[in-house]
């Protein structure tokens, strides 16, 4: 019996590579970003997510005011800055995955992980709002918008930390000169950025509209 | 042990094409596997139509009515539940083959054995208890509303409810999936794992709510979760069969 | 990478973060103890400005831009069902 550690290790190869872009990108180009295993991934979710966000929009249809109303307990300050915190981790993301391209390890590294720190700091904002939320009595058996709020950014925050593991699986990628392969940054990038997205519309739909 | 798995398994190799292998796997698997997708149909029988727990009764509802839900399909259950405590070994079989194709994998059989202690943990309180409940709910007329209203709880909540042990199966699948080098199963197939995940998550709110799209049977909770355990489900068992075929017949025995 | 891609991300990143600070206005949850009223033209520009987020973080962040023609049709369908939808059940 072989061990996980030594297997993966052994197993310097792949993820299944048959399915990825051979183009590097580059400006004109069409180029599918890591592999289309994560975009079904990607699409899933958006797609199942998308579903909750609807449902979410049909139960407050039936109680406005009540959901309104509960809306103002949020802070928004919070929201707006774990929405920037968010954006710029994406960025760094971003940045980080020209990098890896332009075979800047070191720099990418350093991206990746100040992306990481982002997402890191995400999570401690949150959980101070919802601690905060808790203690002035907004909790998730409140009414129906508070179930919601806590639901939705209860199983963001699992993508959320998913992510933080995937940027993990990214770093030891391009510490390692033997890997370094360009699919596997992208597609790490691309989770992320599944991540910034959904929470994109979670800030409009929890925190903004009226 | 595991080893890489061998591409050439018939002498006459040379006519083989790639992308069409002949069918092949061992005809014991073969027996297994079959055994899978049947249980499964058993189950969703017993669960749609006899036991009436899919979609289940709602929260919401008054003791006299849980009394009257207990008495209304007291036949049904008693004849769906007992036969799910025959066969429900099938739950048994079918981790077991996913084990036995995942111990095939390039990463080794830890994942497998998690993968397998986890699904067989949750089997008690994911499927069984709403069964033990329910009988034990009709099995004798006149029972004290107040406990039948418990039985009715405990059955649903523990069915639908999230179970951190699947959840726990399903990293172990996704991670395997994601780092085999034999492709036993397709990459795509470890997101899909994820989702369920993502199901779990969200029906921890069962606990806490009565009635909406969160209750033991909202939208949220049962429907959606539903949906994509069937899309999950239909998945496994179309890969089971294809790693089955994709299996070489002369393929050594697996340590 | 050329920097011309980097300037770019850049950019996009800026005009998220300018459009999510616009944001912080339209929310209710600073209304400072006045009851927030409903706003239909609120709403609709905080759907517009969502919609034209996500598809910035889809298309320049995710690169998307330039990427096969069935990831775009995708992405754009899903957006569109998505806030479409959105909008429509709130003026239901």
Redesign the interface.
């Known amino acids: 019996?072989?061990?996980?550690v030594?297997?993966?290790e052994?197993?310097a190869?792949?993820?299944?590579t048959a399915?990825t872009s051979s183009v590097t990108?580059a400006?004109?180009?069409?180029?599918?970003?890591g592999?289309?295993?994560?975009?079904?991934?990607v699409?899933?979710?958006?797609?199942?997510f998308?579903?909750?966000?609807?449902?979410f929009?049909?139960?407050?249809?039936r109680n406005?005011?009540e959901f309104?109303?509960s809306?103002?307990?949020?802070?928004?300050?919070i929201?707006?800055l774990n929405?920037?915190v968010l954006?710029?981790s994406?960025?760094f993301?971003?940045?980080s995955v020209?990098?890896a391209?332009?075979d800047d390890h070191a720099r990418a590294l350093r991206l990746t992980y100040f992306g990481g720190l982002c997402g890191v700091g995400f999570i401690a904002i949150k959980a101070y709002e919802w601690s905060a939320k808790i203690t002035q009595g907004y909790t998730?058996?409140s009414n129906?918008f508070f179930?919601?709020y806590?639901?939705l950014t209860?199983?963001h925050l699992?993508?959320v930390s998913?992510g933080l593991l995937i940027l993990g699986i990214t770093v030891r990628e391009l510490r390692n000169p033997r890997r370094r392969r360009p699919f596997m940054v992208e597609a790490g990038?691309?989770y992320w950025?599944?991540v910034?997205?959904l929470w994109?519309?979670i800030?409009?739909?929890v925190?903004?509209?009226? | 042990?595991?080893s890489t798995v061998s591409t050439d398994s018939s002498p006459t190799a040379g006519t083989v094409d790639p992308a069409r292998p002949p069918r092949a796997g061992k005809r014991d698997v073969w027996l297994v596997f079959w055994i899978v997708p049947a249980f499964y149909t058993a189950f969703g029988v017993i669960f749609f139509a006899l036991a009436r727990v899919m979609p289940p009764p709602r929260p919401d509802v008054t003791v006299d009515q849980m009394v009257h839900f207990f008495h209304a399909h007291a036949l049904t259950i008693k004849i769906g539940f007992g036969v799910l405590v025959l066969i429900v070994g099938g739950a048994g079989i079918s981790n077991g083959i996913v084990v036995y194709h995942m111990k095939r994998m390039?990463?080794?059989?830890?994942?497998a054995y998690i993968y397998l202690g986890s699904m067989s943990v949750g089997a008690l309180p994911g499927c069984l208890l709403v069964a033990f409940s329910f009988l034990t709910a009709v099995y004798r007329p006149g029972r004290d509303p107040q406990i039948l209203a418990m039985l009715y709880d405990l059955g649903l909540l523990s069915y639908v409810g999230s179970l951190g042990c699947f959840s726990t199966a399903y990293f172990a699948f996704a991670v395997a999936i994601?780092?085999d080098?034999n492709?036993i199963f397709?990459?795509?197939l470890?997101?899909?794992n994820?989702?369920q995940?993502?199901t779990e998550?969200?029906t921890v709110?069962i606990f806490?709510?009565k009635a909406?799209?969160?209750a033991w049977n909202g939208?949220?909770s049962f429907w959606?979760g539903t949906v994509?355990f069937g899309v999950w489900l239909v998945c496994v068992i179309v890969f089971l069969k294809k790693a089955n075929e994709l299996q070489p017949a002369d393929e050594p025995p697996l340590? | 990478?050329?920097t011309?891609?980097?300037r770019t991300?850049?950019y996009a990143?800026i005009v998220?973060?300018a459009i999510?600070?616009v944001?912080?206005w339209?929310?209710?949850?600073?209304?400072h103890g006045a009851?927030?009223?409903?706003?239909v033209p609120?709403?609709v520009a905080?759907?517009v400005?969502?919609f034209i987020?996500?598809r910035l973080?889809?298309q320049?962040?995710?690169?998307v831009r330039?990427?096969?023609r069935w990831?775009k049709l995708?992405?754009d369908t899903?957006l569109t069902?998505?806030w479409a939808?959105?909008l429509a059940?709130?003026l239901?």
Request: charged share 10%.
């Open positions: 019996m072989g061990d996980l030594a297997h993966t052994q197993a190869g792949e993820f299944d399915a990108s400006e004109g180009r069409v180029h599918l970003p592999d289309v295993h994560m975009w079904v991934m699409l899933g979710d958006l797609t199942i998308g579903a909750y966000f609807i449902i929009m049909v139960f407050r249809a406005p005011q309104l109303a809306e103002q307990h949020l802070n928004i300050n929201g707006v929405t920037l954006l710029a994406s960025w993301i971003a940045r020209q990098a391209r332009a998730i058996s129906d179930m919601f806590y639901m209860g199983v699992f993508h998913l990038a691309t950025h599944m910034d997205l994109i519309v800030f409009a739909l925190y903004v509209m009226r | 042990m595991s390039t990463v080794g059989s830890v994942m994601l780092y080098k492709e397709p990459k795509w470890a997101y899909v994820v989702w995940i993502v998550v969200l709110a806490v709510s909406g799209p969160f939208v949220n959606l994509i340590d | 990478m050329t011309t891609a980097a991300t850049t990143w998220l973060s999510t600070i944001s912080w339209l929310a209710p949850g600073h209304a009851t927030a009223v409903a706003s609120i709403t905080v759907i400005l969502a987020k996500g973080i889809i320049y962040f995710m690169e330039t990427a096969p990831l995708f992405t899903w069902i998505l939808g959105v059940i709130y239901y």
